[in-house]
């Protein structure tokens, strides 16, 4: 069940009450000097994560391995250890670069 938030009309008191929604439309017939204020829903997300079975991460492994330089096999590829260190140092050196161009273009 919801919170509404209610305003009465003739007081502005501006109030919450947790009812369910028959609830709702019966007591806004039952007190016509109460309206329901507008408000933005509450939405949950996050809670909890998205859980793949194996066959799916199997899916995922080939994906990456037919497609090695994307953001995919990036993610779900194994890789060796020796692949790791290797990518880590092609990262290190890429924003070197990128760092020294901004400079000497200033």
């Known amino acids: 069940m ?10 502005n008191e ?11 439309e019966e007591y806004l017939n039952d007190n016509p000097e109460v309206k329901q204020v507008p408000t ?9 994560g998205v859980r793949t079975d194996d066959g799916f991460k199997e899916v995922l492994s080939k994906i990456s391995e037919a497609h ?12 060796t250890g020796k692949q790791v260190k290797t990518q ?4 290190k050196h890429r924003k070197r670069i990128k760092h ?7």
């Open 2 to 11: 919801p919170i509404y938030v209610f305003k009465n009309t003739k007081t």
């Open 14 to 24: 501006t109030y919450e009450k947790f009812l369910s929604m028959s609830d709702r």
């Open 40 to 48: 933005v829903p509450n939405i949950v997300g996050g809670v909890g």
């Open 68 to 79: 090695p330089t994307s953001a995919l096999a990036q993610r779900h590829k194994r890789k």
């Open 88 to 91: 880590q140092a092609v990262n």
């Open 100 to 106: 020294a161009t901004k400079r000497s273009s200033v």
